[in-house]
C-alpha cells in the first residue's frame, strides 16, 4: 500500500508542474525575446505556482542583481 502512495504524490506532484508550465505558456513567457535572470526568475516562479496561477497568483521577478566574480 505504501507504493501506491508513493506513486499518487509522484502524479500529483508532475500534474501541479505541468499545470505551472502551462500558465506559463498561455501568459507568452516563452514567446519573449532575450531570456534573461528576471524572465527565468518568472517562468520558475510562474510554474512552481501551479494551479494557483488560475486563482489569482500571478508571480513575477522584476529585478536581480547576479554576482559578479570578483577581478
Known amino acids: ?3 501506491v502512495n508513493i506513486s ?3 502524479a500529483i ?3 501541479w508542474f505541468v ?3 502551462i500558465a506559463s505558456g498561455q501568459r507568452h513567457h516563452f514567446d519573449s525575446g532575450p531570456i534573461n535572470c528576471a524572465s527565468s526568475g518568472t517562468i ?3 510554474v512552481l505556482a501551479g494551479p494557483l496561477n488560475y ?3 500571478n ?3 522584476a529585478d536581480c542583481n547576479v554576482p559578479q566574480p570578483s577581478p
Request: glycine letters at 24%; aromatic letters at 0%.
Open 8 to 10: 499518487l504524490g509522484g
Open 59 to 61: 508571480p513575477r521577478v
Open 44 to 46: 520558475a516562479l510562474t
Open 1 to 3: 500500500m505504501r507504493g
Open 55 to 57: 486563482m489569482g497568483v
Open 13 to 15: 506532484v508532475i500534474a
Open 19 to 21: 499545470i505551472g508550465l
